[in-house]
């Protein structure tokens, strides 16, 4: 199969690796308390000036304990229903693809946006990859693929017409930036897209 997948239902032993350090770190963040969040989250200013590493911590900041654990339990859930659509590389090189869509959208197109934190925009990049990956792959989850992907392309829509999902504001303990849901939708989407060309194997004539 192309796409680098793996050759079994397996997650690859390096994307456990992936979503441990993720996992890890935004713990490691939360425990720290206001002053770590606070240095790490994404902040226009501070990038700005140069704390050009906030475009990457500021994905495993959280508003509390709650935002947090929705967080790692919806990265578990992505995990299980995709995480053996590609090889552990490929996982790294389209998580770094989705953070970066996110951490643009965010930047060009909000710049009202004073600051950022969580990783549901980066989530939904995952879950698209995967699910690109499924379908393309022709496996025997293909329509379910299929169906996952029109009900979140339905959720995004929602959100770009209503705003957040009922309910979610509350439990997040803040105000949900739907925008990263949707530039993290379409990073997931290129970076597939990209993977499909690069490692499909050619025809035989």
């Known amino acids: 199969m192309g796409l680098s997948q793996c050759e079994d239902s397996r997650v690859s032993a390096t994307s456990l690796w ?5 996992c890890g770190l935004a713990l490691l963040i939360q425990l720290a308390g206001d002053g ?3 240095a790490l989250r994404f902040a226009r200013q501070s990038i700005g000036a140069g704390e050009l590493w906030r475009l990457l911590s500021g994905h495993l900041v959280h508003l509390g304990w709650t935002h947090l654990l929705l967080n790692l339990a919806g990265l578990a859930l992505v995990w299980a229903l995709v995480g053996s659509v590609y090889s552990g590389l490929v996982w790294m090189l389209v ?3 989705v953070v970066f869509a996110v951490d643009a959208g965010l930047w060009l197109l909000n710049p009202g946006l004073e600051w950022y934190v969580g990783l549901s925009g980066v989530l939904h990049g995952l879950l698209v990859a995967g699910l690109i990956g499924l379908i393309s ?3 025997s989850r293909r329509n379910e693929a299929i169906a ?8 995004l829509g929602y959100e770009q017409v209503a705003g957040a999902m009922p309910g979610s504001t509350s439990l997040a303990g803040g105000a949900v930036v739907v925008d990263a849901h949707l530039y993290g939708a379409m990073g997931g989407l290129c970076a597939a897209l990209l993977a499909v060309l690069v490692t499909r194997k050619p025809h035989n004539h």
């Open 36 to 38: 770590a969040q606070s």
């Open 18 to 22: 992936l979503v441990a350090a993720l």
């Open 95 to 97: 998580t770094f693809a």
């Open 148 to 155: 996952l992907l029109v009900l979140l392309l339905l959720k």
């Open 137 to 139: 792959a022709g496996t």
